[in-house]
């Protein structure tokens, strides 16, 4: 069962109301069918002054009974039942942890300030404006296909960190938001199209304009849902000089994301910001409010408006069997870690995305450090798993690479995780040495040239993005798709030979 105030972690806590007839003489009575009147997670529950731990249960009464009554008929003490301007109510944002528009914010403004605190949350420093970004002049007729393969490159701790990603929500004063209750259309997007229009340097598409294997690979990619990839009227904007792109619409007016290769956060955090400014100069009076800071379509992200990510590459954890023990280590509130790919999927070649949101309950500052920090501990584990392989299993390493080297130079046919576990293995042992290119000195640093096709590599196995990379309009599928899998492996490795594995 589900919390049934945020709607996504599993309730520990449940209350129950008994009814006459039910339970024990003198017992309160318990609801008819026996189900909890309430369940929480433990984090909701302590917002409603309840908490539970070594065998005790603390309540405060004032927030049990608001609890109770809300559960009763989704009403609390001097909030209506329904915002006045979009009619979302208050069990819609309990359940869902969304504001239907602006006006939420004062309708049930208590029940929003018991979530996110009395003080608003990084405010200071989302309203700081980095000095103002000019977009260099750029061929507003370059081909889309170079766009998803921006975060290419070298970057600081590119070992083990593969990118970093910096996302920003914002929204326009006097819209509704997105998909409100009464399925109001926000016309942000042609707001958004036209005041894009004026800025060199910036190309937009509508997913109209691009064939299917690019719209499936930027979905593959992490760029954007596969539901907002395959709307033909949904719309892409890049930055051609600057790893920024933006989408419109999708779930807030305006996400404005910046992907830099390696560990580099406040790199990132600038690029978003600065576009963010580029546009608000434009004429977009971004919303915000005294109270909470950035007001976002989702709860959790209102303050920052924000959430940053590092898709991390782990194969040494992995092959040890301690990937599990370091991810659950570092999983606490506002810090989720997702598989490659897609939102919700197993990892595929040991690529793991972790990403801190707004419900760290952290400033912008403090999620920028975090995150670094996170990302820090995942290349100190990872290299020192490294070494422990290379040092007590050599034999099982070799043979686990030789066997990789050999399918990957060999094999016609190759599904996507399969053909990114042998990336994933090949670049392991490019960075320990034990695969190098021809002319390549046996010196760790100078396998990063390789490593870091192999890397890149990772992020292109979906069969949207092996099309693009072939040259494609189309994904293929079955035979085909394997087929370009294996070949598009195989030009990596072009040239690279086993090394240091001789008895």
């Known amino acids: 069962m589900t919390c049934a105030q945020c709607g996504e972690r599993p309730a520990a806590i449940f209350i129950r109301r008994r009814v006459s007839g039910s339970g024990p003489p003198g017992a309160a009575p318990l609801s008819t069918d026996g189900s909890p009147d309430l369940a929480l997670c433990e984090i ?143 016309p942000s997007r042609d707001m958004v199209a036209s005041a894009l229009d004026l800025m060199p340097g910036m190309r937009r598409w509508d997913m109209a304009d691009l064939d299917h294997a690019m719209r499936r690979s930027l979905s593959e990619r992490g760029f954007m849902p596969r539901s907002y990839a395959a709307d033909p009227e949904s719309l892409l904007a890049a930055g051609f000089d600057l790893p920024a792109y933006l989408l419109a619409d999708e779930g807030d007016h305006l996400r404005i994301c910046a992907r830099y290769p390696g560990l580099a956060p406040e790199a ?108 820090l501990q995942a290349a100190e584990a990872e290299r020192r798993a490294r070494q422990e392989l290379a040092a007590k299993a050599r034999s099982e390493l070799l043979d686990t690479v030789g066997r990789a080297y050999g399918l990957a130079l060999h094999a016609r046919r190759l599904a996507p995780g399969e053909g990114a576990s042998h990336a994933s293995t090949l670049r392991l042992a490019a960075l320990l040495g034990l695969v190098a290119q021809a002319g390549e000195n046996e010196d760790g640093a100078h396998y990063l040239g390789l490593a870091g096709r192999l890397g890149r590599l990772l992020d292109c196995m979906g069969p949207g993005t092996i099309a693009v990379l072939s040259g494609l309009a189309d994904q293929e599928s079955g035979p085909k798709d394997e087929e370009l899998r294996s070949r598009a492996l195989r030009s990596a490795l072009k040239g690279a030979m086993l090394v240091g594995g001789g008895d």
């Open 268 to 375: 990132a955090a600038g690029c978003a910001q600065g576009l963010a400014q580029e546009l608000a100069s434009g004429g977009f009076p971004f919303l915000s409010d005294a109270r909470v800071g950035w007001v976002c379509s989702r709860l959790e992200d209102c303050g920052p408006g924000m959430s940053v990510s590092a898709s991390l590459h782990l194969p040494a954890l992995a092959l040890t069997g301690l990937h599990d023990r370091f991810l659950r280590s570092i999983l606490r509130e506002g810090i989720v870690v997702r598989g490659s790919y897609a939102e919700g999927e197993s990892s595929a070649g040991s690529v793991y995305e972790a990403v801190v949101t707004g419900a760290a309950r952290l400033d912008t500052a403090g999620m920028l450090s975090e995150l670094h920090g996170i990302a």
């Open 44 to 186: 909701c529950a302590r917002s409603r002054g309840i908490t539970a731990g070594k065998g005790r249960l603390d309540i405060g009464i004032e927030e049990l009974m608001g609890a109770a009554s809300a559960a009763q008929d989704g009403h609390e003490p001097g909030m209506p039942t329904a915002c006045p301007s979009c009619g979302s109510t208050l069990s819609m944002l309990r359940r869902e942890g969304r504001l239907g528009c602006p006006s939420c914010l004062d309708a049930f403004h208590p029940f929003v300030e018991r979530i996110l605190g009395s003080s608003p949350r990084g405010f200071s420093e989302a309203l700081e404006r980095p000095s103002r970004l000019l977009f260099p002049s750029h061929s507003r007729e370059a081909s889309p296909s170079a766009f998803p393969f921006f975060a290419s490159g070298r970057g600081p701790e590119d070992d083990v960190v593969l990118s970093t990603t910096v996302r920003l929500f914002r929204n326009i004063s006097g819209l509704p938001f997105p998909g409100g209750a009464r399925g109001q259309v926000a």
